[in-house]
């Protein structure tokens, strides 16, 4: 499985950005995919998280910013992130469970600032 995140960039506080990430390879289902960042000097931690159900859950410091989906269709996954902040700054990791392995893509930098 690879997968391929995009949409990383520089914004000012306050802004949006969308990240995706694209899943080729796999036969099977994915069970969960999720992102997951990464900010300098700190250990990489979950932002969200989605089922094949469509569930989903969220890190408390991002809950009513940040949306996560899917769609199954293009086989990719997005992260609408929205009153952005500088704490927000971090490499932004996707990931996906398929039967029992999960897979990392290569990250995308996000930087909040002015």
């Known amino acids: 499985v690879q997968l391929q995140a995009s949409g990383g960039g520089l914004v000012q506080p306050g802004g949006s950005l969308r990240l995706s990430c694209a899943a080729s390879?796999?036969?099977?289902?994915?069970?969960?995919m999720g992102w997951y960042r990464q900010a300098p000097g700190k250990q990489r931690e979950l932002v969200a998280r989605?089922?094949?159900?469509?569930?989903?859950n969220y890190a408390d410091s991002v809950q009513g910013r940040f949306t996560i989906s899917r769609d199954i269709v293009k086989n990719t996954m997005y992260l609408q992130m929205n009153s952005l902040k500088s704490e927000d700054t971090a490499v932004y990791y996707c990931?996906?469970?398929?039967?029992?392995?999960?897979?990392w893509g290569q990250g995308t930098l996000v930087t909040v600032s002015s």
């Open positions: 989605i089922t094949s159900g469509r569930d989903t």
């Open positions: 390879g796999s036969r099977f289902s994915t069970k969960a």
């Open positions: 990931n996906a469970v398929v039967g029992t392995v999960v897979y």
